[in-house]
């Protein structure tokens, strides 16, 4: 539609925006799917950013410009970028966003000479709303600003500056010879150099995380993701060097982090230690206290276990995974129907979790109903045709039915 207004100074809205409503119901979910996505799955902490609205127009100014200037000058680019203290105390954070509509405001005053470029910047501005801030982002743990979410909205910027070369080449007509293929060609070499040179960053993750620490030193994400990378190469002395540098930035999830390494390592109780370090930080994370609880059910600390699973529900009541885990700790001291609770919420939130059809099967045969654990376990098996240990489960309930099937019957 802002293209039909570029070119014709107005919209119709047969022609116009009749025709592309199948793509933008499309668009919608696309992006609805995005969200949940984002809300259900992965996204429990960055459902708990503590951003007011004032905090969010501040974010999304310094974003704008920040994208803009990266697609103009495309030096020093990183993986994950320093995450902005965003301070409503502090003045020059507002010039971000009052510059932006001071632009805007310039780019109306001109659309009487073209519209070309307030067409463009709104074009770039409405591709990149969902991440300027407004939503929260998974991402926005680590930083509030990520290259690949201008892909799509520099095509706004692009467009009309790649207009206005050729329109400046037409006029210049003693240059247009030479114009037109030498910018093309210096603007191709230079990016070529620039996408030759950023490439490799992503030779492998291990050269991705040393870049962005590198260019970011206070990347804690990348800290503790390489330190367990490095932990599991049995390079411990580096490991542990990465986890000290990301303790002193995001302490609760260093721990954390060192708590997973050491799980890996069949370090349970030292890592139920690191587990419990980072709840002393912060309380109110509902993934440690899951692990911690995998760890102490490791241990045979099955009480234990239980009352952690109970907490990480408690501050996360959609968290599928402690579902599941608590269904297991409460299989195992033989409360099997509560257990079978759980598992249905598990699966509830996250249908396709092979892992939970297989143990709700355990826990239905154990209860006698074997009818429902064989569907359970068929239901596994069209998720994941090669999910071997459902298929042994399914083998042998099979062949229980078909030995005592009136027994099975009478206790259901």
Not at 131 to 154: E, K, P, T
Not at 335 to 349: N, P, V
Not at 360 to 389: C, D, H, V, W
Request: include cysteine; hydrophobic fraction near 45%.
């Amino acid at each position: 539609m802002r293209t039909e207004w570029w070119k014709r100074g107005t919209i119709f809205w047969r022609r116009n925006v009749v025709s592309i409503i199948p793509f933008l119901f499309l668009s919608l979910a696309a992006g609805l799917v995005t969200y949940w996505f984002e809300y259900s799955s992965i996204g429990y902490r960055a459902r708990t950013l503590d951003l007011s609205l004032l905090d969010r127009c501040l974010i999304a100014g310094r974003a704008f410009w920040f994208q803009l200037g990266n697609l103009f000058w495309p030096s020093n680019l990183m993986f994950v970028y320093p995450r902005w203290e965003i301070n409503a105390a502090v003045w020059w954070q507002y010039l971000f966003p009052l510059a932006l509509l001071v632009l805007l405001g310039v780019l109306c005053g001109l659309r009487r000479w073209s519209r070309a470029p307030l067409a463009g910047v709104l074009i770039y501005i409405l591709l990149l709303l969902p991440s300027l801030g407004f939503l929260n982002i998974y991402f926005f743990i680590y930083s509030f600003v990520a290259d690949h979410w201008q892909y799509l909205a520099c095509m706004g910027i692009i467009t009309p500056c790649a207009s206005g070369i050729v329109l400046l080449a037409g006029r210049l007509k003693h240059w247009q010879a030479w114009l037109e293929p030498g910018t093309i060609l210096l603007s191709g070499g230079v990016l070529f150099l620039l996408t030759w040179q950023q490439s490799r960053m992503y030779t492998d993750i291990e050269t991705l995380y040393r870049a962005t620490i590198a260019r970011n030193p206070a990347c804690w994400m990348a800290q503790v993701n390489l330190g367990n990378i490095l932990y599991q190469a049995n390079r411990i002395p580096e490991a542990m060097d990465l986890f000290n540098q990301a303790m002193r930035i995001k302490p609760a999830v260093a721990h954390y982090s060192l708590g997973n390494a050491l799980v890996q390592k069949q370090r349970t109780l030292e890592a139920i230690d690191e587990y419990k370090r980072a709840l002393a930080i912060d309380p109110d994370e509902a993934e440690t206290h899951n692990n911690l609880g995998n760890a102490l059910l490791l241990r045979g600390r099955t009480p234990e276990a239980i009352h952690e699973y109970e907490q990480a529900l408690r501050l996360n009541p959609a968290y599928a995974k402690a579902h599941n885990n608590l269904g297991n700790a409460l299989v195992q001291i033989g409360r099997a129907s509560e257990a079978i609770d759980h598992y249905k919420k598990a699966l509830r939130i996250h249908p396709n979790s092979v892992d939970a059809h297989n143990n709700l099967a355990a826990a239905l045969a154990q209860m006698g109903q074997l009818s429902e654990a064989i569907q359970q376990l068929k239901t596994a098996l069209r998720i994941n045709p090669n999910y071997i240990e459902a298929r042994n489960n399914l083998t042998k309930l099979q062949e229980l039915q078909k030995s005592t099937p009136a027994k099975i019957d009478g206790k259901r």
